[in-house]
C-alpha cells in the first residue's frame, strides 16, 4: 500500500523511478486508470483484476491541496442525516476535495460498473482503498461512500481501507458511522507525525478505524490505549519529519528487520522473509540501502526459526544491518585475498588492489548521485540512515559503524557495542561470539 501512495504522487507528472508495471505486480493487478480533477487538484488511481480493485489517492502536492488541508472547520456529511448534534459531520476542505466536479459520483459508478462487468466473474470483490497524508482522508471518506453504494450490489463486497500518516476526518457520529460500514480501517501513523497526531480540537474530530503506531526503532503498537497513546504522544506537537513518505518506509523497513531479532513477532521470522522473496521492490531497498540479501535473512532463518546467538539476539536493527555489512566485507576481503594469492604464484602483481580500495573522489559522487532518480536517491538515502540514525560520515557505500540504543530485551549495556568486528562469527553459525571484550563502545551521538 505505502508503494502505491507513493506512486500516485508521480505518476502521469514526472518519472522518478516508481512504476506502474511494479505496483500492478504486487497485487496482481491488470487494468488501470486516472482520474484527476484539475479543479483543487485531486488525484487518484484505480487499478483492478477481476476480483480487486484498488484506489490510491494522491496527498497534498499543491497550493489548491494545501488550501483544502487548512478549510477545517465542519460540514454536514451528504445526505443528511440524524438529529442536530448527532449529525455525521466531515472536514470541509476533505469534503470539497473529493465531491467537486462529482469526482465522487464518477470514481463510485466507476468501481460498481467494474464489479458488474461481465469480466468480474467473481462472487466476492474486494475494494482497497490508500493514500498519504490528504491522500488518506480523501481514502476514508470515499470508503464510506462506496461501502454504502454496493449495498445491494447482489456480491458481497468487502470495503478495506489503509492510511499513511492520514488526518482526522469527522466528527464523532461519523466515525461511528464509518466503523459500521468500513469495519477494516488500518491508520498507520509513524512515530510523533504531526498531521496523523493533530489535535481533535476535544469533541469536533474523532478518528475512525483502528491505529497502528510505528517508528524508526521497529517498534509497532496495534490498537493503543488511551493511556498508551498519551505517553507516546511527546508535548509541544508532532514531528514534520516523521510525517514524510521516506520516514515511514524507513519505520516499515526497520519492523521488518526486527522480525529476525529477539524483538520480533511470533512467527515475524518466516513471514518477513516470504516477504523479502516475493516482493522485487523490497529486495532492491535492502541490497541497495543497506547492503542486505535475501541470503543473509535466510542464515539467520536456518537456526531453527529463532536467532540463538545471544549479541545478535539482543541487538538493534542497526547493529543488525552492521552485521551484515561486516559480514560482506569479510567475505570480499577474503575473496581479494584468495585473488592476490593466485596472481602471486603466476608472477603476476596484484594489480588495481589499490584503485579498488582507493575512495571515489568527491566529484565524482555528486555527478553519481545527480544522475540517480528520485526513488533510487531514497532507497540510498534513507536506508543510509536505516535505524541508525543521523551519522557524521559522509556516506561511501555503507551506513556507518554507530550502533542504535540497545533494545528493551534485556540487553545490558555491555551488549549494545556494535556488531560489524564481530559479524562474522555472528552470522556464520549459532555459537556465541568469542572475540575482544573490550570493543570500542560507539554509541556516541552528534
Avoid at 497526531?197 to 476535544?202: I, Y
Avoid at 547492503?291 to 543473509?296: K, L, P, R, S, Y
Avoid at 528520485?374 to 541508525?388: A, F, T
Wanted: with cysteine.
Amino acid at each position: 500500500m505505502l508503494y502505491w501512495s507513493a506512486l500516485v504522487y508521480d505518476y502521469g507528472e514526472v518519472e522518478r523511478g516508481l512504476k506502474l508495471e511494479v505496483g500492478m505486480k504486487l497485487l496482481g493487478l491488470e487494468h488501470s486508470e486516472l482520474f484527476w480533477e484539475k479543479a483543487l487538484d485531486t488525484k487518484l488511481l484505480l487499478a483492478w483484476n477481476n476480483s480487486r480493485i484498488l484506489i490510491a489517492f494522491r496527498g497534498t502536492a499543491s497550493l489548491a491541496n494545501a488550501l483544502a488541508d487548512v478549510q477545517a472547520w465542519r460540514t454536514v456529511h451528504p445526505p443528511p442525516r440524524g438529529r442536530w448534534g448527532r449529525r455525521p459531520m466531515v472536514h470541509v476542505g476533505f469534503l470539497r476535495s473529493w465531491m467537486r466536479n462529482r469526482l465522487d459520483i464518477r470514481v463510485k459508478s466507476r468501481v460498481m460498473e467494474i464489479i458488474q462487468s461481465p469480466e468480474f466473474n467473481s462472487t466476492f470483490a474486494h475494494v482497497i482503498l490508500t493514500g498519504h497524508s490528504l491522500g488518506g482522508a480523501l481514502a476514508q471518506l470515499a470508503a464510506h461512500d462506496i461501502a454504502r453504494a454496493a449495498e445491494g450490489c447482489g456480491k458481497e463486497v468487502r470495503v478495506s481501507c489503509y492510511t499513511f500518516g492520514g488526518p482526522r476526518v469527522g466528527n464523532h457520529a461519523f466515525a461511528r458511522e464509518f466503523d459500521q460500514v468500513v469495519p477494516h480501517c488500518w491508520h498507520i501513523i509513524n512515530n510523533q507525525d504531526a498531521v496523523a497526531r493533530a489535535p481533535k480540537f476535544l469533541v469536533l474530530y474523532k478518528r475512525a478505524g483502528q491505529r497502528v503506531l510505528i517508528n524508526k526503532s521497529g517498534d509497532m503498537l496495534v490498537r493503543p490505549s488511551f493511556i498508551e497513546n498519551s505517553i507516546l504522544q511527546l508535548p509541544g506537537g508532532g514531528s514534520v519529519g516523521d510525517h514524510l513518505l521516506g520516514s515511514y518506509l524507513r519505520s516499515l523497513l526497520a519492523i521488518l528487520l526486527m522480525q529476525f531479532t529477539q524483538k520480533g513477532f511470533p512467527g515475524g521470522m518466516a513471514g518477513a522473509l516470504r516477504l523479502v522473496e516475493r516482493i522485487s521492490p523490497i529486495q532492491e531497498l535492502l541490497l541497495e540501502g543497506a547492503g542486505i540479501t535475501v541470503e543473509d535473512l535466510r542464515c539467520v532463518t536456518r537456526w531453527h526459526g529463532r536467532v540463538v546467538n545471544p549479541k545478535l539476539a539482543g541487538a538493534t536493527a542497526g547493529q543488525l544491518v552492521n552485521a551484515f555489512q561486516a559480514r560482506h566485507k569479510k567475505i570480499a576481503k577474503e575473496a581479494q585475498r584468495e585473488k592476490e594469492a593466485k596472481e602471486m604464484e603466476a608472477g603476476k602483481a596484484p594489480e588495481a588492489v589499490a584503485a579498488a580500495e582507493k575512495p571515489p573522489e568527491e566529484n565524482e559522487e555528486v555527478e553519481e548521485e545527480e544522475q540517480l532518480s528520485l526513488w533510487q536517491r531514497i532507497k540510498r538515502r534513507l536506508l543510509v540512515w536505516l535505524l541508525v540514525g543521523p551519522t557524521a560520515e559522509k556516506y561511501k557505500g555503507n551506513v556507518g559503524s554507530r550502533s542504535m540504543p540497545t533494545s528493551d530485551a534485556g540487553a545490558s549495556s555491555d551488549d549494545a557495542t556494535t556488531l560489524d568486528q564481530t559479524s562474522a562469527a555472528t552470522l556464520d553459525g549459532p555459537n556465541t561470539v568469542s572475540g575482544n571484550a573490550d570493543l570500542d563502545d560507539r554509541r556516541q551521538w552528534p
